[in-house]
């Protein structure tokens, strides 16, 4: 059984910094991709950055570019988003996820949930302006 365990999450001013962990046990073995989501309150939820296991290569929503880094540990199997220069519409709700579906045009990439994959509880993340 798949199990996802988020933590880093917290309150911190705007402009600040915090680092989300994400450490996965069972069989994400075959899994291509790991992934960020959020979901603030009374929003859908977002996908946030993506990144392929084997590779490293990474995907970052428009609305984090530039101040969102996604990192692993493949030995620890745990994937982390860094999280720079944060704003007030950065408050949510962060879910990290198997197998989400990153799609690009250009420089603009969507990154939809996963047909078929896992979730962790989510940790939620406030910035204070």
């Known amino acids: 059984q798949v199990q996802l365990v988020e933590s880093g999450g917290g309150s911190v001013q705007a402009g600040g910094s915090l680092t989300l962990s994400c450490v996965a046990s069972?069989?994400?073995?075959?899994?291509?991709?790991m992934g960020w989501f959020r979901q603030a309150p009374g929003k859908e939820r977002e996908g946030v950055a993506v990144?392929?296991?084997?590779?490293?290569?990474?995907v970052l929503a428009d609305s984090v570019k530039g101040r969102f880094t996604i990192s692993q540990d493949k030995v620890k199997n745990a994937v982390y988003l860094q999280m720079d220069s944060l704003t007030s519409e950065d408050t949510a709700m962060y879910y990290c996820?198997?197998?989400?579906?990153?799609?690009?045009?250009?420089?603009?990439?969507?990154?939809?949930?996963?047909?078929?994959?896992?979730w962790g509880q989510g940790t939620q993340v406030t910035v204070s302006s």
């Open positions: 069972g069989g994400t073995a075959s899994s291509v991709y």
């Open positions: 996820a198997t197998d989400p579906r990153p799609s690009c045009r250009g420089d603009s990439c969507d990154i939809r949930p996963p047909s078929s994959g896992y």
């Open positions: 990144i392929h296991r084997r590779t490293s290569g990474t």
